[in-house]
């Protein structure tokens, strides 16, 4: 089906293909009269918010219309209204057959839903465990006719929980109660219960709870837990120590590709792969992202996790035991940090140079060198004069590292001639006098993270082939 129409007269803001479903359940579909006009359904449905946009879907040839139209708002809960009012409605005095309004199919879901579909008026809220039906009755009312409220509790021990969920007569109330609740109760559209993935549901926001409360003391990630009726969430959970390792879990009520986990988690520098785990039994996605430094996974967690993609589903993310001692980690990630900090001051402020070499006034050197890599130990350089037997280029990000720390590391392979930058730019070269030398130092380096800078390493080319080249022209 083309969805080629035409586009907003009015012009303004027209949201692309990968804004169509942004905010989920904003978009409508229409079954209407070939000769319903553009401007009699901005008329119409004007009045229940702001448009964004109108397409009227025609023939590819004839350019006719076919019948179809999709109007965009701006928020759930006026696509969600004008579907509740316009359902069935004539749009004037020459059009006598009812008009069909649905929520427009997104990608994820598998098809355009009604009024009547129970995916659009039962919310997952996150809640107090001292919550009761009734207190969460009286929270979310405000919003419209709530049918019922339920909360799920242990069933050994009868205890909350801290999730529940809020069913409205019409998807437009559960649509407010989504977009007006306060953040912190992370209210979203319910799974309906014909599916089989509420207990995943369940243990998505258990592992979110237990994370969020447990593990992230410095990011408040409920603001209302310091009133008093939310003072009941940190009194009997067990803060026990997460796992801290380059590799996290990714876990998404929203099926993802490996593309897409991929542009998500490579925000963060030092991304070393990704990889999507397929779950036969359910519709949920799981990934596994690694990253070559735990500064790096450190960061992408306690960033990422929460983030809405798309917009409306948040991801968890969370660390994978992979052995590694924490504390050993946690120091290595620090001292990398600080060397980041001075390595980028010193190659912002070259004057600076002398005293961190120096130590300052106290006449202590500071360590040049921070890495998980396991490097050799120093060797000497090879005469200035001796012939260059491999060049290496080597690619820095995001700046370049101090000389004297380039040839503290480039030394160690053995037979290095000179190292040096490329004044202006984020590269430089190694020469070598020896291709064996060469070559370690690319299996060693190339891809790793020494004093918070990434580092390529790889074979430059000749000389000759370098001058052979065709000049770029701009």
Not at 118 to 147: C, H, Q
Not at 198 to 217: F, I, K, T, V
Not at 461 to 467: G, T
């Amino acid at each position: 089906m083309d969805e080629a129409g035409s586009s907003a007269s009015g012009g303004g803001f027209r949201p692309g293909v990968d804004s169509l479903d942004e905010p989920p359940n904003s978009r409508i579909f229409l079954v209407i009269s070939k000769y319903t006009p553009e401007s009699v359904l901005r008329e119409r449905f004007s009045p229940f918010g702001e448009i964004q946009d109108i397409w009227v879907v025609r023939d590819k040839h004839t350019k006719e219309s076919k019948g179809i139209a999709f109007v965009k708002f701006a928020r759930s809960s006026q696509a969600c209204r004008a579907m509740e009012e316009m359902h069935g409605q004539c749009l004037g005095p020459n059009d006598t057959k009812p008009i069909k309004v649905f929520i427009a199919q997104s990608r994820s879901s598998g098809s355009h839903r009604d009024v009547e579909d129970e995916e659009l008026t039962r919310i997952f809220v996150m809640i107090p465990k001292s919550y009761t039906e009734e207190d969460l009755r009286e929270k979310f009312k405000v919003y419209g006719d709530i049918e019922y409220c339920s909360i799920i509790k242990n069933k050994v021990t009868g205890e909350s929980k801290g999730l529940g969920y809020v069913r409205y007569l019409k998807p437009s109330q559960a649509a407010q109660a989504i977009e007006n609740c306060d953040r912190s109760f992370r209210a979203i559209l319910a799974e309906p219960k014909n599916k089989a993935s509420e207990s995943s549901e369940q243990d998505y926001y258990s592992n979110m709870r237990q994370e969020a409360l447990g593990h992230e003391p410095r990011v408040n990630m409920f603001p209302f837990e310091q009133q008093s009726e939310f003072s009941s969430f940190d009194k009997n959970d067990n803060r026990g120590q997460e796992a801290i390792s380059k590799r996290l879990s990714v876990v998404s009520r929203v099926p993802f590709t490996e593309e897409q986990l991929f542009s998500i988690f490579d925000i963060v520098p030092g991304l070393e792969y990704c990889e999507v785990q397929r779950d036969p039994y359910s519709n949920y996605g799981h990934g596994v992202v690694q990253y070559f430094n735990v500064a790096s996974a450190i960061y992408a967690k306690y960033k990422l996790h929460g983030f809405q993609y798309p917009p409306g589903n948040r991801i968890g993310v969370s660390f994978i035991d992979d052995g590694s001692n924490a504390t050993d980690l946690l120091r290595k990630m620090a001292t990398q940090m600080v060397a980041a900090q001075l390595a980028s001051m010193v190659w912002n402020n070259p004057s600076q140079q002398q005293f961190l070499q120096f130590g300052g006034s106290s006449g202590s050197q500071l360590p040049q060198i921070q890495t998980d890599v396991i490097l050799p130990s120093c060797k000497k350089k090879a005469p200035p004069e001796t012939p260059v037997k491999e060049r290496l280029f080597i690619v820095f990000n995001p700046h370049p590292l101090p000389l004297d720390v380039l040839e503290d590391i480039f030394c160690r392979f053995g037979n290095l001639i000179e190292v040096y930058l490329v004044s202006g730019k984020n590269v430089g070269y190694a020469k070598y006098a020896d291709r064996i030398s060469a070559n370690d130092a690319i299996a060693t380096l190339h891809g790793k993270i020494l004093n918070g800078v990434r580092l390529k390493v790889m074979l430059a080319d000749s000389p000759r082939e370098e001058s052979n080249k065709r000049q770029r022209t701009y």
